[in-house]
């Protein structure tokens, strides 16, 4: 005879698997580098190319300072050293100093510039990464639980899954068709537990006459509502 009581023992057990398996799926999700994480990593990333990229700028600049004035320094010595040979020559070098000037005043007040961003630039890329190694670290320890508890729980499934098929063997055939089918048809849930007048399956208060029938337990009893075997315990 088929018992109630029996199967909501099997479907616990069935419960705990199922748990079990959807822990699994959600600790291997977990399992990588989270959003965050990832987030912090790519502005990271772009706060030291943007910090290199700045060095470079400065560097090419501080070249162009350097070529300015010695072209300059050449320009000066010829005019002093009175090895200017034709005078006509003289108005195009006086130009082209002067143009040098502008430009050798442009370029350093560039190298400023860009000596105050890159100070800027470094001191935003040591906040960066800061607070990727907080971010990394709290990820790694987070990483350590779950692979504890991912070993616990693929420790204890197969432990689980023998009791399932112990109990299994245990019950009679009709009451394990009876169970399975059920199970299948009602989303994993054969046996609803009856909680202070209502089936916990679907929540709907059942007829007095009901509860009696299956707290006797001599009989299936069905809700009347979902279809899921009642328990009274």
């Known amino acids: ?12 057990i069935d419960s705990h698997i199922e ?3 959807k822990r699994l799926v959600e600790v291997d999700s977990q399992l990588q580098e989270t959003e965050e994480l990832r987030a912090g990593r790519a502005k990271l990333q772009r706060q030291r190319q ?10 090419s600049t501080e070249m162009d300072v350097d070529q300015t004035r010695a072209r300059m320094i050449e320009l000066d ?20 100093l002067g143009n040098l000037r502008q430009r050798q005043g ?3 007040d560039e190298v400023l510039t860009l000596m105050e961003q890159i100070e800027q630039a470094r001191a935003s890329l040591d906040r960066q990464e800061q607070v990727v190694a907080e971010m ?21 499934l197969p432990q689980w899954e023998e009791r ?13 068709r009876l169970y399975e089918r059920v199970k299948a048809r009602k989303g994993g849930q054969a046996v609803a537990r009856v909680e202070g007048g209502m089936c916990t399956g679907c929540r709907i208060t059942l007829p007095t006459t009901l509860i009696q029938r299956a707290r006797a337990g001599k009989e ?8 899921r075997i009642l328990y009274v315990g």
């Open 1 to 12: 005879m088929v018992q109630a009581k029996e199967l909501v023992q099997f479907q616990e």
């Open 19 to 21: 748990s079990s398996k």
């Open 50 to 59: 943007l910090t290199h990229e700045l060095q470079s700028r400065q560097k």
């Open 77 to 96: 010595a010829r005019l002093m050293g009175n090895q200017v040979v034709n005078p006509r020559d003289l108005p195009t070098i006086e130009r082209e």
């Open 106 to 108: 442009a370029f350093e």
């Open 136 to 156: 990394a670290a709290d990820w790694e320890e987070a990483q350590a639980h779950l692979l504890e508890e991912k070993g616990r729980i693929e420790a204890e």
């Open 164 to 176: 399932r098929q112990q109990f299994a063997a245990s019950l009679d055939e009709p009451s394990r």
């Open 220 to 227: 299936v009893v069905y809700c009347s509502s979902c279809g």
